[in-house]
């Protein structure tokens, strides 16, 4: 057994394949699959990942592995073949499928050094260890190398007394805080405090804290918490009880707050039906995808939880996806206040060193539990006994780049490895979803109530045409601005919610609504500025910009647009008393700005927080009463076929953060088109009807869920050659599939231009084409064997967004 394949680093066409390598006789005993190697490749040096060894090659002249970069796999056997899955079914090389498994540390050339395990001692060591650590720490792996340690590091990293850092330069400064610490034990404390004078009832205070908590605490924290002024600390600080210490915030920003342990609650009736199945599928290792269907509140989490302890009890490990923007302190908090160190937290708000770091929590079976956004799927875990996805309508669960896999697929592929179930939690469920569920296909579990039936908020809907016709022509409709001010004068906080999306726009007439659509393909035409024209992105249709509605002849009619700092401008001028907090792209740009904004409108220090969709989720705050949905159409004409589903969702989900705790909420949802069934049954929140009012648009268009999309961009300098490259691409597809098949395009993408080059498209529908996969490889691989050619070709196979 010593040959390799290897995996290597070049993405192109013709190295898309595990090219064969000598394992050097030094080497045998620990090159192993899932490990990433150094390799000569032409004159080159280049990395690749064994993905198998073996004793036999069909190539004669082999060359050898220079040398190994790990001292452990970093993928296992079960990621190595989801790796081909990928390839396959996203059509992606297989070097990308193994590099989007990795946490960002692994995939740049930082230092890396061989370092003893926590806990380790050095005499555990073999003795020419001994010598190598006696002096030093860490050795520097290029050293290790030189002086052929490497197999014997392996050798020890294997019974886990080793491992590797990885030195990540952080591009942020590290941040400091004062931390007030303890410098007696608690019994010496509480002498202390008996010894001061009676009327020093301050520092007594102080002092109870730590004879309770003996742990640092920020100095801020105490102050406000004792309600004490820093003098107080500073008298104790002299007397030598306890000192002020600047502390480092820790790598992980969540490791060093303090989570209340929860335990398990008693579970409602309807969440009792919900789990037992969950549970039966755990229990018999039987693979089944579960789709918890339950409006916010329902009590989804808590069954998470419950689902999880028993999987943990049986010795297994659990992922739990959930959107990045929904991966707050408060959803983070609830997996660690029940399951404390056993959860690890992947979130895009971590630095390249802190992912490293709980990726490698994971890998070294420290935890059981991944709480984490997209990419958490690939949590190097090899027992795993469930995944939860929450809120699995999200299309950030979408990858947008090479892989372009969805974690939905992903999840149901590694749960069938591993034999367990897949749970998909949402309130509004996506349409492909819920139809699946209704076929039997995934079983549906429903939690149809609130938790303490408490009702969801009253929602109204405003249309803004009419406040147009009595003359107001502000953003903000007079009912609106009247419940503003009242939450102010009450000091309950609002919340503003503006729906921005860039690049396209829409034109609509302001008077009645009415907005341009595709007559082929019923969804919206984008205004073109430069041209002055309306198109379609799906099959080209063009045509001329209105002067006048076509409707009502109004010639109020033009293209729309608000941003948050306009509105930000204008709540200054009618509200000026308002205290508003803005969070969109701008001003949550900062590491932590996010968390430290939603910290600040928490505490009270704002009436109103202003935002995008960012804003949407997540947010449980008890003095939230009303929820504000400036425009409800700029999602809703998007030139999206989901564009409706998406908006349902979103008014929804955005109407379930207001009232959710004693007092009852209100929200207003402002539109120019209250008729359209998306905003209506948003207004009820009644998902059952808006599923099937959709399920028949989606029929009479052929989209999905009744028909599969796949998408080809192909992009080049000269207009020309984009057209007739992407129609013989076209006429390839439409001379390959069946007649059911319906290949739409060429048409130029909603981005028709970047970078200077021309992106052109073409959207196939279909329902069964077993040719289809062979034929999207066989146009990658026409195009990616002819670099030459300036032309490029991408294939998306489920596309979320047709740019
Ligand atoms: P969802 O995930 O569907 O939004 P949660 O699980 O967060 O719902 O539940 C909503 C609220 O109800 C939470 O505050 C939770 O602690 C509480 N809760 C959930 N299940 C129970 C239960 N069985 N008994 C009492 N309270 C519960
Ligand atoms: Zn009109
Ligand atoms: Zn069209």
């Known amino acids: 057994m010593k040959i390799a394949s290897v995996i290597v680093d070049v993405p192109a066409k013709q190295t898309d394949r595990a090219f064969d390598y000598l394992i050097p006789t030094e080497w045998l005993e620990t090159i192993q699959p899932g490990m990433r190697v150094i390799v000569p490749f032409g004159p080159r040096k280049i990395q690749g990942f064994v993905t198998e060894i073996k004793a036999d090659s069909e190539f004669k002249k082999l060359r050898e592995i220079i040398e190994p970069m790990d001292l452990e796999p970093v993928l296992n056997r079960e990621l190595l073949d989801l790796g081909n899955w990928l390839t396959i079914n996203t059509l992606c090389f297989k070097i990308y499928a193994y590099q989007a498994m990795l946490p960002a540390a692994l995939k740049a050339k930082y230092e890396k050094k061989v370092k003893l395990s926590t806990g380790v001692k050095l005499n555990q060591l073999p003795a020419q260890l001994q010598e190598v650590f006696k002096n030093q720490e860490a050795i520097q792996w290029d050293d290790a190398l030189e002086n052929g340690l490497v197999p014997i590091l392996q050798r020890e990293a294997a019974k886990g007394l080793l ?12 941040k400091k805080l004062k931390y007030v610490i303890p410098l007696l034990s608690s019994g010496d404390l509480e002498t202390a405090s008996n010894g001061l004078p009676q009327k020093a009832e301050k520092q007594k205070e102080v002092l109870k804290y730590f004879v309770e908590h003996s ?17 107080t600390v500073k008298a104790l600080v002299e007397k030598g009880f306890i000192a002020e210490q600047d502390m480092e915030v820790y790598r992980d920003p969540y490791e060093k707050r303090t989570f209340t342990r929860t335990e398990p609650l008693l579970l409602t009736e309807d969440q009792q039906r919900a789990m037992v199945p969950i549970l039966g599928s755990i229990e018999n290792k039987r693979h089944e995808v579960f789709l918890l269907y339950g409006v916010t509140g329902s009590g989804k989490t808590e069954i998470y939880l419950q689902t999880i302890q028993d999987v943990i009890e049986k010795g297994k490990e659990a992922i739990v996806l959930v959107p990045e923007i929904a991966l707050t302190p408060q959803m983070v908090n609830r997996f660690k206040g029940r399951f404390g160190n056993l959860v690890a937290v992947l979130h895009s708000g971590l630095s390249a060193g802190e992912k490293y770091d709980e990726w490698r929590k994971i890998q070294r079976k420290e935890v059981k539990v991944v709480v984490g956004a997209r990419s958490a799927i690939f949590a190097p875990f090899e027992n795993l006994g469930i995944i939860i996805i929450d809120e699995e309508h999200e299309t950030s669960y979408k990858q947008e780049e090479m892989p372009r896999y969805h974690a939905r697929d992903v999840a149901i592929e590694r749960a069938r490895n591993n034999n367990c179930p897949v749970v998909l939690g949402s309130a509004t469920p996506a349409l492909e979803s819920f139809a699946r569920a209704q076929k039997g296909v995934y079983t549906l579990l429903s939690l149809p ?19 147009l016709r009595a003359g107001n022509r502000s953003m903000f409709s007079r009912k609106l601005f009247d419940l503003l001010k ?5 000091k309950e906080q609002s919340v503003l919610f503006l729906n921005k999306r860039g690049h396209s726009s829409f034109v609509m007439c302001r008077d009645c609504g009415y907005v341009m659509n595709c007559p082929n393909c019923d969804i919206s035409l984008t205004y073109h500025k430069v041209k002055d024209q309306m198109k379609c992105h799906y099959c080209g249709f063009e045509s001329w910009v209105p002067n006048q509605c076509p409707e009502c002849a109004s010639d109020y009619i033009r293209y729309f647009g608000t941003g948050t700092q306009k509105v930000e401008e204008e709540l200054g001028k009618i509200l000026p008393e308002a205290k508003v907090i803005r969070m969109d792209v701008d001003t949550t740009g900062q590491k932590g700005a996010h968390e ?10 704002a009436d109103i927080l202003l935002g995008t969709q960012m804003i949407a989720k997540g947010l449980d705050f008890p003095n939230i009463t009303l929820v504000g949905v400036l425009s409800a159409d700029t999602m809703l004409h998007l030139p999206d076929f989901r564009s409706s589903e998406k908006t349902f969702q979103l008014l929804t989900q955005v109407s379930g953060r207001a009232g959710r705790h004693e007092l009852p909420g209100e929200v207003i949802i402002q539109t120019y088109t209250p008729e359209h069934y998306s905003i209506e049954l948003a207004g009820t929140q009644d998902f059952d009807r808006f599923y099937h009012r959709e399920m028949m648009m989606r029929k009479a268009h052929h989209y999905p869920p009744f028909y599969y999309l796949s998408l080809i961009t192909i992009s080049h300098e000269e207009l020309m050659t984009v057209v007739s490259a992407t129609e013989k691409i076209a006429a390839f597809v439409r001379s390959r599939l069946s007649n059911h098949a319906v290949v739409l395009g060429p048409a130029a993408s909603p981005i028709p231009r970047i970078n200077n080059r021309y992106r ?44």
């Open 215 to 231: 742990d640092p605490v920020e100095l801020r924290q105490l102050l406000s918490h004792l309600n004490i002024s820093s003098s």
């Open 596 to 605: 430290r904004l939603l910290k600040e409108f928490h505490e009270g220090k």
């Open 163 to 174: 491992e590797v850092l990885y030195i990540v330069k952080e591009k942020l400064k590290k």
């Open 760 to 803: 052109y498209h073409c959207l196939i529908k279909y329902k069964r084409e077993p040719e289809l996969n062979k034929t999207l490889k066989a146009i990658l691989d026409q195009y990616q064997s002819d670099p030459k050619s300036g032309l490029l070709v991408s294939i998306d196979v489920n596309p979320f967004i047709l740019m």
């Open 486 to 490: 009242e939450r102010i004068e009450r």
């Open 449 to 467: 109530n609130r938790m303490n039936k408490r009702a969801l908020p009253a929602v109204e809907i405003v249309d803004m045409r009419e406040e």
